[in-house]
């Protein structure tokens, strides 16, 4: 009999951490996991964060979904993937860095808008966001 997908990942988390310890990483029941593993029904996404909590490689248990995923751009991938180290990496920098500095403009504003009578602190801001505020 071949083993479905669902008796593959139960082998590799019995082998690694266990049922309870992957429920606790994964933030989820340990009916769900159950679930996965007698339907079968996994999604790459979903297997892709099994692997990452048991730094297990599934990829060669399941070539052909990684396969299909490799073909896809680095965003939509990590999109659909979530927890994938490659594809992430640069999505998660990229982000990162967007947050970083809009919080940096944001902690500006709000320096220049604390000292209102110093209109040299406004000289800086946007005209379209000091229309906004007014002195006063």
């Given at each position: 009999m071949i083993p479905n997908k669902g008796d593959v990942i139960e082998?590799?988390?019995?082998?690694?951490?266990?049922i309870?310890?992957?429920?606790?990483?994964?933030?989820?029941?340990?009916?769900a996991i159950y679930n996965w593993f007698e339907n079968g029904q996994v999604n790459l996404e979903t297997l892709c964060k099994i692997g990452q909590a048991i730094d297990y490689d599934f990829s060669k248990e399941f070539p052909e979904e990684f396969a299909n995923?490799?073909?896809?751009?680095?965003?939509?991938?990590?999109?659909?993937?979530?927890?994938?180290?490659i594809a992430l990496d640069n999505v998660v920098d990229y982000w990162m860095t967007k947050y970083i500095d809009l919080l940096e403009k944001y902690n500006d504003l709000l320096v220049d808008l604390s000292f209102?009578?110093?209109?040299?602190?406004?000289?800086?801001?946007?005209?379209?966001?000091?229309?906004?505020?007014?002195?006063?």
């Open positions: 082998r590799a988390v019995r082998k690694n951490i266990g309870s310890e992957l429920s606790r990483k994964l933030h989820v029941s340990r009916t995923a490799q073909n896809q751009k680095p965003t939509e991938l990590a999109a659909k993937v979530g927890n994938q180290d209102p009578d110093s209109k040299a602190n406004l000289n800086h801001i946007n005209p379209e966001f000091s229309n906004h505020f007014s002195l006063r």
